[in-house]
């Protein structure tokens, strides 16, 4: 609402003023002047500056709280303003303080509404002039699916996290199972409108993303406790939906709007001016309480398939970034159902890289078996490097020995213990291999006389796809998953590596991951080939293995309960409408907070508080 003129209609007829003058009088003395003067407010009851308290609740309104605010007319400057009646739904700013009643107004001077209902003012200016105002203050507010109120300031909406599913659109006061939805409820003096309205969504950096224009508004109850001169109506319950297939089902089309994580939703009266807006973040109901917005970090990386040679996905670089960032953001989309983000994924830094050389000496791999003696000769870089075993020793002492003897031989060595397999007697342990410059160097395996333990090169050969592990080997990875995320790994476990790959080997498998809770230095990745990528919403394949990550769950809901091929964490379901893998449950929410939020032992998740938003004008 920008400005008073959209808000204020000059009272003409007689017969309208003499109906405000007889319902007031100042301070019971004489009736007040004639209305000469209407305007419609709003109960200001957002948050328009995220400080969590109502804007009309603050003792100072901020610059970005004033945007639902009136200016006065500057005729009123130097006047004082007097409630006849309804002081309580209206307050009067000035610079942003608060402004008492009776006091004369400087230039500028602004009103704010509190709560719905009508006031009657009375303006006196210093040369004895004197006229009426009456104030029509409004409420814009929001009910959840069983009638409760929604306070647009503390709470916030969320992102559908059920089906679609018939409503009776007539009315607007029955009860639905739906902890998402909400009804736009507008409340009135008697006699009053704001007329038609239209929601809108817009995202986190305020442009707007979709928009529902006339929305329905049926006549609904106010509540027991409000006062009678007050009449409400409200629209069916809307869903906020994060893409198009929930958007455009039939079932519920015309009551669902696109919204993301960060953003708003924002009601508008029929010229666009914004009325009132409630945050969009995570759901307002879970076993860990209401979920806020919380931010994931991922480095997206995109394999070539050779040296130099042709991404894995998207035929050129640049459309391997662009496949990649569209993946993240239908991801980033879906786990907003819990209020958690990827952020600007349009930004986000993926890079292409080519596969490592043979560069990981592992040692024990599989079976983890102690040594026996003996000595092993590589060949690193061209030059060639040997140590020797003793007997009894462990994969972890040979490790030692042979870091030892590289770095002697100017080169730099890295250790890092795989999670004992199923099958295995102690857990492998690899050393990368890196020339001085920090670039990784090229091994190769001569000879080994220990008959025990056995040593490896890891290479990455992606030619012939992946080799992926298998149910022994989960824990830890193949030799060859092993050498491809330690070479492009930050180092950092509160970061997920996410890895395109171009196909996995034997076929059958299209994306997988690797969890912190298995003990393995192989944690927090995702590896997914492209035709994880082309599945896209028919599997939504790559928010499906992050949320083996987030969840810190390597299993599926339906390996041991039923099975709910609505479900994003279900395992074998594949379905690209509304009714596919796309859903995610409060528990799944309360469960990603617990094991991945900042708490967490490993805190994947940054709780992101949300910013004042610059709201898109008409």
Same mark, same amino acid.
């Not at 991922?298 to 070539?304: A, E, H, L, N, S």
């Given at each position: 609402?920008?400005? @008073? ?114 006031? @009657? ?8 002039? =004197?006229?009426?105002? #009456?104030?029509?203050? *409004? ?32 009315? @607007? ?16 003096? =008697?006699?009053?409108?704001?007329? $038609? ?42 869903? %906020? ?41 995570? $759901? ?11 931010? &994931? ?30 993946? /993240? ?48 000769? &590589? ?12 007997? !009894? ?7 030692? =020995?042979? #870091? ?5 031989? !100017? ?28 670039? /990784? ?33 989960? @824990? ?20 997920? =590596?996410?890895?395109?790959?171009? %196909? ?37 394949? &790559?928010?499906?293995?992050?949320? *083996? ?15 709910? $091929? ?31 939020? $900042? ?20």
């Amino acid at each position: 609402m920008s400005g @008073v003129s959209a808000h204020r209609t000059a009272l003409a007829e007689e017969k309208g003023a003499k109906k405000v003058r007889s319902d007031a009088s100042v301070g019971g003395s004489a009736l007040p002047p004639p209305v000469t003067e209407r305007i419609a407010l709003i109960a200001d009851r957002d948050d328009d500056d995220a400080d969590d308290v109502p804007d009309g609740e603050g003792a100072v309104v901020s610059p970005a709280a004033r945007v639902d605010l009136v200016t006065l007319d500057a005729r009123y400057a130097g006047a004082t303003l007097t409630p006849a009646r309804g002081r309580e739904h209206a307050r009067l700013v000035a610079n942003g303080k608060l402004f008492g009643w009776g006091e004369r107004l400087p230039a500028g001077a602004q009103l704010q509404g509190l709560s719905p209902g009508r006031t @009657v003012i009375v303006a006196r200016w210093p040369n004895g002039r =004197e006229t009426s105002l #009456a104030i029509d203050v *409004h409420g814009v507010g929001v009910r959840d699916g069983q009638g409760r109120a929604v306070d647009m300031a503390r709470e916030r909406a969320s992102l559908q996290r059920t089906p679609p599913a018939r409503v009776d659109l007539d009315d @607007v006061d029955q009860a639905i199972d739906d902890p998402d939805a909400l009804r736009i409820v507008v409340t009135s003096p =008697e006699g009053a409108s704001i007329g $038609p309205i239209t929601v809108e969504s817009v995202g986190a950096d305020g442009a707007s993303l979709d928009s529902t224009a006339d929305v329905r508004l049926v006549r609904t109850k106010c509540g027991d406790d409000a006062p009678a001169e007050l009449s409400c109506l409200a629209t069916v319950p809307l869903r %906020f939906v994060v893409d198009d297939v929930d958007r455009r089902h039939a079932l519920v089309a015309a009551r669902s709007i696109k919204a993301e994580v960060g953003g708003a939703i924002v009601v508008r009266d029929a010229k666009g001016d914004k009325l009132q807006a409630i945050r969009v973040a995570g $759901p307002r109901r879970t076993a860990a309480g209401p979920i806020g917005r919380y931010r &994931l970090a991922i480095r997206p990386i995109v394999m070539r398939l050779a040296p130099g040679g042709a991404p894995s996905v998207g035929g050129t670089d640049a459309g391997a970034i662009a496949a990649l960032r569209q993946e /993240l953001a239908v991801a980033s989309a879906t786990w907003g159902q819990c209020g958690i983000t990827f952020g600007p994924v349009a930004q986000m830094d993926v890079k292409v890289v080519n596969p490592p050389p043979p560069y990981l000496v592992a040692l024990g791999d599989d079976l983890g078996l102690p040594a026996s003696g003996g000595s092993v000769r &590589l060949r690193v870089e061209g030059r060639p490097l040997t140590f020797s075993t003793k007997k !009894g020793w462990s994969t972890r002492q040979a490790a030692l =020995e042979l #870091a030892r003897v590289a770095e002697k031989a !100017g080169l730099k060595a890295a250790i890092s213990e795989n999670a004992r397999i199923s099958s295995g007697a102690a857990p492998s342990v690899d050393v990368a291999l890196r020339r001085a410059d920090g670039q /990784l160097a090229s091994a190769e395996l001569l000879s080994s006389s220990d008959a025990t333990m056995s040593v490896s090169i890891g290479g990455v050969d992606l030619s012939d796809g992946l080799q992926h592990f298998g149910d022994t080997d989960s @824990v830890a990875g193949t030799l060859e998953e092993r050498a491809l995320v330690k070479a492009v790994d930050d180092g950092d476990p509160r970061t997920i =590596e996410v890895i395109v790959v171009p %196909f996995f080997g034997g076929g059958g498998r299209i994306g997988e991951s690797f969890i912190g809770s298995d003990g393995s230095s192989m944690r927090n990745v995702v590896i997914l080939d492209r035709a994880g990528v082309r599945a896209q919403r028919t599997s939504l394949t &790559l928010a499906h293995e992050l949320g *083996h990550v987030i969840l810190d769950e390597p299993g599926h809901p339906d390996d041991y309960g039923i099975d709910t $091929p609505t479900l994003l964490m279900d395992s074998d379901a594949s379905d690209a409408s509304p009714f596919g893998p796309r859903r995610l449950l409060a528990d799944d929410c309360a469960r990603a907070v617990r094991q991945s939020g $900042p708490r967490s032992r490993i805190p994947l998740l940054t709780e992101w508080k949300l910013s004042a938003l610059k709201y898109p004008t008409r």
